[in-house]
């Protein structure tokens, strides 16, 4: 069983900065994908960024060059740095890992970027 645990979210004002954190428990296969995926209302759940275990990155066009994702290995744990949040950006956010084709979720954590 693999469970992953995301911290971080929270109330911003626009122009602000979030750190998100995501750790994932249990047995899965080291070599292996994590990312970011967010959902806002009344939309479709969306790619935010992923990282492999080897370091590649990923990111959608609307968060490049505001957002940077990373992750500590030892720690299996999945970071997301969110600066220059737009309101925009308000939606939950959901970890994801993805390992031996089987794809494990988080429950999300609400960002809010007020105007």
């Known amino acids: 069983q693999v469970q992953l645990v995301e911290s971080g979210g929270g109330l911003v004002q626009a122009g602000g900065s979030l750190r998100l954190s995501c750790a994932a428990s249990?047995?899965?296969?080291?070599?292996?994908?994590m990312g970011w995926h967010r959902q806002a209302p009344g939309k479709q759940r969306e790619l935010v960024a992923t990282?492999?275990?080897?370091?590649?990155?990923n990111y959608a066009d609307s968060v490049k060059g505001r957002f940077t994702i990373s992750r500590d290995n030892a720690k299996n744990t999945v970071y997301l740095q969110m600066n220059d949040l737009k309101p925009e950006d308000t939606a939950v956010y959901y970890c994801?890992?993805?390992?031996?084709?089987?794809?494990?979720w988080g429950q999300g954590t609400q960002v809010t970027v007020s105007s």
């Open positions: 994801n890992l993805r390992s031996l084709s089987r794809v494990y």
């Open positions: 249990g047995t899965f296969f080291s070599i292996n994908v």
């Open positions: 990282i492999t275990s080897g370091g590649s990155t």
